[in-house]
């Protein structure tokens, strides 16, 4: 979307495969550059790239619980937390060089969504941006967290045969 505030591109469906590989990634970031010359007045205040991965495994709020949340709610609520948790949402925001990135977890008993945000301004085009922000990386720190998420899925669930560690 082109706005006189803002160019918004929306992102594509795709695998952890496609994404390891810069190609895609460098050839979406062409395509926003071009879309901003063409608008010759930006002035960009700041750039963004945002992953998107949803999981559907067996009981995942309880895998969850049983890696950390359940304590959180201990700590909250005492001895009274409750085993009945119909959904769970966490956010955090961290400097990490010179990008500010957001983390938002969410989950229910259908599935769980795990969104990152980078963000930066020190940059004089979006394809600088994407090459600094490294979405390569941010997937290998994001690959345990969701080789267990993709493990306890069932088999056949979307097409999903194998682990991320496949996908190379």
Same mark, same amino acid.
Do not use: C, H
């Given at each position: 979307?082109?706005?006189?505030?803002?160019?918004?591109?929306?992102?594509?469906?795709?695998?952890?495969?496609?994404?390891?590989?810069?190609?895609?990634?460098?050839?979406?970031?062409?395509?926003?550059?071009?879309?901003?010359?063409?608008?010759?007045?930006?002035?960009?205040?700041?750039?963004?790239?945002?992953?998107?991965?949803?999981?559907?495994?067996?009981?995942?709020?309880?895998?969850?619980?049983? &890696?950390?949340?359940?304590?959180? $709610?201990?700590? *909250?609520?005492? +001895?009274? =937390? %409750?085993? !009945? #948790? @119909?959904?769970?949402?966490?956010?955090?925001? &961290?400097?990490?060089?010179?990008? $500010?990135?957001? *983390?938002?977890? +969410?989950? =229910? %008993?259908? !599935? #769980? @969504?795990?969104?990152?945000?980078?963000?930066?301004?020190?940059?004089?085009?979006?394809?600088?941006?994407?090459?600094?922000?490294?979405?390569?990386?941010?997937?290998?720190?994001?690959?345990?967290?969701?080789?267990?998420?993709?493990?306890?899925?069932?088999?056949?669930?979307?097409?999903?045969?194998?682990?991320?560690?496949?996908?190379?």
């Amino acid at each position: 979307m082109l706005s006189l505030g803002a160019v918004i591109a929306a992102g594509w469906l795709t695998n952890s495969k496609e994404l390891s590989g810069q190609q895609k990634i460098k050839k979406f970031a062409d395509i926003i550059e071009l879309l901003v010359k063409s608008k010759g007045s930006f002035a960009a205040e700041y750039f963004s790239v945002r992953l998107f991965f949803r999981f559907r495994p067996e009981k995942g709020l309880n895998l969850l619980r049983n &890696r950390g949340y359940e304590s959180t $709610l201990r700590f *909250i609520l005492g +001895e009274e =937390s %409750s085993s !009945d #948790v @119909q959904s769970f949402k966490f956010s955090t925001t &961290r400097v990490k060089s010179t990008f $500010l990135d957001s *983390i938002e977890l +969410e989950a =229910s %008993s259908k !599935d #769980v @969504q795990l969104r990152y945000s980078r963000s930066g301004t020190d940059f004089d085009s979006y394809t600088e941006f994407v090459e600094a922000a490294n979405v390569t990386e941010l997937l290998e720190e994001l690959r345990p967290f969701a080789e267990i998420l993709v493990a306890a899925e069932p088999r056949g669930l979307l097409g999903r045969i194998g682990s991320l560690s496949e996908m190379k």
